[in-house]
Nanobody, 124 residues
Framework: QVQLTESGGGSVQAGGSLRLSCAAS????????MLWFRQPPGKEREGVAG???????TYADAVKGRFTISQDNVRKTLYLQMNDLKREDTAMYYC??????????????????WGQGTQVTVSS
């Protein structure tokens, strides 16, 4: 059974940095895309970044140039390096694995898996 476990969230001042991690257990096919989503308070979940099986990355416009997605296939861990954080980055952050690599969609397919989330709070 696939399990995704996020960590690394916390509180930080605007302009600061955090690195989120997502540890995967169980079997995930190598063709799967790994993604980060977030859900700000009172808003819908939105896509943040994705990395496909070739290593190609995509980002939401709001985080381009500030966030970097990467993965360690040996350790089965997905990362999200977040720099120059802004108040509007405050959200619950979720990692996901899916057969479809679509950041703008803001959701995953029926074949995908979600983590439980980690909270990021940015204060000014």
């Amino acid at each position: 059974q696939v399990q995704l476990t996020e960590s690394g969230g916390g509180s930080v001042q605007a302009g600061g940095s955090l690195r989120l991690s997502c540890a995967a257990s169980g079997y995930i096919d190598s063709s799967y895309c790994m993604l980060w989503f977030r859900q700000p308070p009172g808003k819908e979940r939105e896509g943040v970044a994705g990395i496909d099986s070739t290593g190609r990355t995509t980002y939401a416009d709001a985080v381009k140039g500030r966030f970097t997605i990467s993965q360690d296939n040996v350790r089965k861990t997905l990362y999200l390096q977040m720099n120059d954080l802004k108040r509007e980055d405050t959200a619950m952050y979720y990692c996901a694995a899916d057969t479809v690599c679509s950041v703008p969609a803001g959701r995953i397919s029926v074949h995908g898996y979600w983590g439980q989330g980690t909270q990021v709070t940015v204060s000014s």
